[in-house]
């Protein structure tokens, strides 16, 4: 009988991995020829202005198989953005063909574009591309690695780009699983474990698969925040809000303490004031300075703590809290959480009371929602509560805010706002000309008079729009050229 000696077998032993390319650190948030994805080799020839080919699978050198008509043509890379290590390597082990957009350079093959395409050449109409622009997107969205993450235990297959498909979920975390804070890429791994078991339930596979694309969509942010042009600022507070000099310095002086420190104040704002006032006006103008996506929370609407939390996986209509759900619409963990009627947040009606609930996601520490199983970071969010009535509130709750009283117009006020703001802003809608509806002083002072005893600006706006609305059915029906309004004209309108 043979005996086959295996012991100079060579045939299962690989060459060790050569990486050819230096990383390089950058923040942009997306490429051009000084500023590109990487750099390849163009000693051999020089590059097409598009280019189609794969990356090398890296089992023996990091490098760019260029199609061209001579046959396939190898390019070492040179550099790459060390955000793009990961993505680079999976393009390349999963053997997908890639267009590339560049310039030769002295240095190289600048590369600013990676497309997907088709075997023959053409751009797919599928959801592949737009995934993978998706997920350079993100990249370029992200910091550059303080040092590469890799999961090796991660299965690193599949051609699904569906964002909510469990391989789409897979193909993220390998590619841009370090974008990930570290807890939440824990979790990730872990509950793609679970959706992908099949010793579990249907259920419990689906209540991951969804947590999963939930928290994948969410684009975690660090709480670094870039200076804020006060004067800009000031310029946008002046647009939204007439007078409210003591409130605008305050919020101006918010603005100067995120420029010295680059993150958010420890305390969020409470606005307290009749109903009217611009409270809510003043929130939005905040997330418009701070350049945030913004979301409200109605505490009024609120009667159970487990509408903010989200109920347990455990059942089977089990679904995120409205906490979780803002986080989701914004796409990302730096937003402005305007919590409107904090004073009703202690009227619960369920289990519970929502007012604790808020306290920890006040804290910045980091909230829990059931659904998701996570502490979810909160070190990215500004909170902005309104209240018209300040003793409803519990003493934990206005402790994690710096309060801002916000008082009603005077009829000064009221008359310039009026003038200036209310009555042009619903002529203008209607498209009417400011000549065509006319005020006399006595007018404008009979208006003041009617809702003096009204807080707030709602109730003139309503009287601006009904002036404006009988302007344009004089016009329109009796074929006036104009309307002026004297004082018993808007007393007997009016009333």
Not at 285 to 311: C, F, H, Y
Not at 378 to 383: A, D, K, L, R, S
Not at 388 to 396: F, R, W
Request: glycine share 6%; proline share 3%; aromatic share 8%.
């Amino acid at each position: 009988m043979p005996v086959f000696d295996f012991s100079n077998d060579t045939s299962e032993i690989k060459e060790e991995a050569v990486c050819t390319y230096t990383t390089f650190s950058s923040n942009v948030d997306h490429a051009t020829i000084e500023c590109p994805i990487l750099i390849l080799s163009n000693k051999k020839k020089q590059w097409e202005h598009h280019s189609c080919g794969v990356f090398s699978d890296q089992d023996k050198q990091t490098a760019f198989e260029f199609e061209g008509e001579d046959g396939t043509v190898i390019s070492d890379i040179l550099k790459l953005d060390s955000r793009f290590v990961s993505l680079v390597r999976w393009l390349g082990e999963n053997h997908i063909h890639v267009r590339l957009s560049g310039e030769n350079t002295v240095e190289g093959y600048c590369v600013y574009k990676i497309r997907e395409i088709a075997l023959g050449g053409g751009t797919k109409l599928s959801a592949e591309d737009g995934f993978l622009q998706f997920m350079i997107e993100r990249l370029f969205q992200s910091d550059a690695p303080d040092e590469r993450i890799t999961d090796e235990n991660l299965d690193e297959m599949g051609d699904d780009m569906k964002l909510t498909s469990i391989q789409s979920i897979t193909d993220f975390m390998t590619c841009a699983g370090s974008t990930l804070p570290d807890n939440i890429r824990l979790w990730a791994r872990r509950n793609l474990a679970v959706a992908k078991s099949h010793e579990v339930s249907q259920e419990e596979r689906r209540h991951a698969q969804r947590a999963l694309s939930i928290m994948t969509n969410i684009q975690w942010k660090s709480n670094y925040f870039k200076a804020i042009d006060p004067e800009e600022a000031r310029r946008i507070l002046d647009e939204e809000l007439y007078g409210m000099e003591r409130v605008k310095q305050r919020i101006i002086e918010t603005i100067i303490q995120i420029n010295r420190t680059h993150t958010l104040p420890a305390y969020g704002l409470l606005l307290v004031g009749p109903a009217g006032t611009g409270k809510s006006q003043i929130a939005y103008a905040v997330a418009r300075i701070l350049k945030l996506p913004w979301t409200t929370l109605d505490m009024s609407s609120i009667n159970d703590p487990e509408q903010l939390t989200g109920s347990s996986r455990i059942y089977a209509n089990a679904k995120p809290g409205i906490i979780m759900d803002a986080f989701s619409m914004a796409g990302e963990s730096n937003l402005v959480f305007i919590i409107n009627e904090l004073d009703k947040a202690n009227s619960g009606k369920g289990n519970g009371n929502p007012a604790d609930v808020l306290l920890t996601l006040l804290d910045n520490l980091g909230f829990t929602d059931n659904y998701m199983e996570c502490m979810i970071p909160t070190v990215g969010v500004y909170p902005i509560a309104t209240a018209n009535e300040k003793d409803q509130i519990s003493a934990p709750l206005m402790s994690r805010f710096a309060v801002i009283d916000i008082p009603d117009y005077t009829p000064e006020e009221k008359k310039a706002i009026f003038q200036r703001f209310a009555l042009p802003k619903v002529l203008k809608r209607m498209g009417l000309k400011d000549d065509e509806c006319i005020m006399t002083d006595e007018a404008l002072d009979a208006v003041i008079e009617m809702y003096s005893e009204t807080t707030g600006i709602r109730d003139l706006e309503q009287a601006a729009e009904h002036i404006a609305a009988n302007a344009l059915y004089q016009i329109e029906v009796h074929h006036m050229n104009s309307v002026t309004f004297d004082d018993a004209m808007v007393r007997n309108l009016l009333l």
